[in-house]
């Protein structure tokens, strides 16, 4: 489901088929997040994942098109079954941020952007609302929109699977 009224930000909202604590789990399993956060095609790997307030992580997708993309972050909330709060800024392998151009990405992507997840109870099931803090035109345009909602349908497989 799509709301334009902000479209400085990216925002996305599903309905998980699945409880709220094993769709937070999803997000901070190390086990189960590197079975879903890659988008179709891609894997992910993490050099450094310590998720919790104040925790930081240092990851590589691999798209066996484009190569591979490092990314390192900060989680600034993780409020179990209500929330996380990350900022994802574009890097090397050695995770030291690197300007987005240099890399081949849209000259107008920030080089860090903050994603916020939100999720309620909704009758045994969970709303998830993702919020990336970059245009969701440009986002569709540069294929990040698209990879969220691939990453959202492979974390339903996961849960409907446990």
């Not at 996305?12 to 879903?36: C, H, M, R, S, Y």
């Not at 992910?44 to 994942?49: G, P, R, S």
């Not at 989680?75 to 800024?89: A, D, R």
């Not at 081949?104 to 099931?125: A, C, F, Q, R």
């Given at each position: 489901?799509?709301?334009?009224?902000?479209?400085?930000?990216?925002?996305?909202?599903?309905?998980?088929?699945?409880?709220?604590?094993?769709?937070?789990?999803?997000?901070?399993?190390?086990?189960?997040?590197?079975?879903?956060?890659?988008?179709?095609?891609?894997?992910?790997?993490?050099?450094?994942?310590?998720?919790?307030?104040?925790?930081?992580?240092?990851?590589?997708?691999?798209?066996p098109q484009y190569?591979?993309?490092?990314?390192?972050?900060?989680?600034?909330?993780?409020?179990?079954?209500?929330?996380?709060?990350?900022?994802?800024?574009?890097?090397?392998?050695?995770?030291?941020?690197?300007?987005?151009?240099?890399?081949?990405?849209?000259?107008?992507?920030?080089?860090?952007?903050?994603?916020?997840?939100?999720?309620?109870?909704?009758?045994?099931?969970?709303?998830?609302?993702?919020?990336?803090?970059?245009?969701?035109?440009?986002?569709?345009?540069?294929?990040?929109?698209?990879?969220?909602?691939?990453?959202?349908?492979?974390?339903?497989?996961?849960?409907t699977q446990i």
């Open positions: 489901m799509e709301n334009n009224l902000n479209n400085n930000e990216v925002f996305i909202e599903e309905t998980i088929n699945a409880g709220i604590d094993k769709v937070f789990q999803a997000w901070t399993d190390p086990k189960k997040l590197v079975k879903w956060y890659a988008p179709d095609g891609c894997t992910i790997n993490f050099k450094e994942l310590d998720i919790k307030t104040g925790g930081k992580f240092h990851c590589c997708i691999s798209n190569g591979d993309c490092w990314c390192i972050g900060e989680y600034k909330e993780v409020v179990p079954n209500i929330k996380l709060v990350f900022t994802m800024i574009n890097a090397n392998e050695n995770g030291n941020p690197i300007n987005p151009v240099d890399i081949g990405m849209d000259s107008d992507w920030p080089g860090e952007t903050l994603v916020t997840i939100n999720l309620t109870e909704d009758k045994g099931k969970t709303k998830l609302q993702l919020r990336q803090t970059v245009s969701q035109e440009l986002a569709k345009k540069t294929g990040a929109y698209p990879s969220w909602l691939q990453m959202l349908d492979k974390m339903q497989t996961l849960l």
